[in-house]
C-alpha cells in the first residue's frame, strides 16, 4: 500500500476485530478503496493462497470489476 500500488483492499469478514480497524484505518489514510466480503477462508481458496483474511488488487481494472460484482451482490441481497 506503501508504494501506491494497491487500488482495492478485500478484508474478509471474519478479520480479528482490531486487525479489520487497523487496514480500514490505512486503507482510508492513503485513499485506497476497500469492500469488506466473505470470509477467509473462502477468499482464500478462490485465489489459491493459504488462509488470508486481506486481499490486495493492484491492478485498476480488475479493482473496478470487484468492486461492481461485491456491491451488485450486497444490493441484490438487501432488496431480498
Known amino acids: 500500500m506503501e508504494k501506491g500500488k494497491v487500488k482495492l483492499l478485500i478484508i474478509a469478514n471474519d478479520t480479528a476485530r ?13 485513499s485506497i ?15 489459491g493462497e493459504s488462509y488470508r483474511n486481506v486481499f490486495a488488487v493492484t491492478d485498476s481494472n480488475f479493482a473496478k470489476v470487484i468492486v461492481n460484482e461485491i ?9 431480498l
Open 18 to 30: 482490531a486487525s479489520k480497524e487497523k487496514m480500514i484505518r490505512e486503507a482510508e489514510r492513503m
Open 71 to 79: 456491491d451488485t451482490e450486497k444490493n441484490v441481497k438487501e432488496v
Open 33 to 47: 478503496e476497500y469492500r469488506i466480503y466473505g470470509d477467509g477462508e473462502e477468499l482464500s481458496h478462490s485465489c
